[in-house]
């Protein structure tokens, strides 16, 4: 079983259209949860960071996160062609052990907004 | 404020040879991380520094080596280079301490060994 795991994509949306972006962990001590952007070609851009349960809002995008199962999610409103990357989800653990500081990513899901 | 920097963009090593790889953190941030992203395999965690010590290793063998200087600049070396070597190697920063760990990631230096 993976560690971290995205929905498989591609994910194409039409522009306006919401796109949602599910990540599941396996690791229940994990405790810091990121979404990563990344255009083709470039290197990562963090979007959005959570880590308690429930929502956290920014702008057009709404992370979700519930601990009890173990998932990850990512809504981005309004959707625009700007939008098309890869999204990363990627899980940290702040604690001792062999996880400790690193950044576990899933695969990544790709995201097509069409106009 | 600068990001997160890496040199060089680019670099052709032949198989065997050794590469050393640059990054500086963003101002104020004192730990490092050094990622893989090979094809089809995603980003990889490989090493981790903070105050100048290494704090957590993933799995790569030994001849994947770095360090980190007094003003937390980082060097990631790999010796014995592997054609399966070939990737985009990726210098995050991070503040250190605490409830979290944002990590920001460099653009990256291409490495490709022929």
């Known amino acids: 079983q993976k560690e971290v795991e995205q929905n498989s994509g591609p994910l194409s949306v039409p522009e306006g259209a919401i796109a949602s972006l599910n990540c599941t962990y396996s690791?229940?001590?994990?405790?810091?949860f990121f979404w990563y952007r990344q255009y083709s070609g470039k290197s990562p851009e963090l979007i959005m960071s959570?880590?308690?349960?429930g929502d956290k809002e920014d702008g057009r995008f709404t992370a979700q996160l519930n601990k009890a199962s173990q998932y990850v999610s990512l809504l981005i409103r309004d959707s625009q062609p700007s939008d098309s990357a890869t999204y990363l989800c990627a899980v940290g653990y702040n604690a001792g052990g062999t996880s400790y500081g690193k950044l576990t990513f899933g695969q990544g899901t790709i995201l097509t907004v069409h106009p | 404020e600068a990001g997160v920097t890496q040199s060089p963009t680019h670099l052709i090593k032949t198989r065997g040879q050794q590469a050393t790889l640059r990054c500086s953190p963003i101002s104020g941030h004192t730990s490092v991380y050094w990622y893989q992203q090979a094809l089809g395999l995603g980003l990889q965690f490989l090493l981790w520094?903070?105050?100048?010590?290494?704090?957590n290793r993933g799995n790569f063998p030994p001849r994947f080596s770095g360090r980190q200087f007094p003003n937390y600049s980082s060097e990631l070396n790999v010796n014995a280079l592997e054609l399966e070597d070939s990737a985009l190697y990726l210098c995050a920063s991070s503040l250190w301490g605490g409830h979290s760990y944002e990590q920001y990631f460099g653009p990256g230096t291409r490495l490709t060994v022929t």
């Open positions: 690791d229940r001590g994990s405790q810091s």
């Open positions: 520094y903070d105050e100048g010590e290494e704090r």
């Open positions: 959570i880590y308690s349960n």
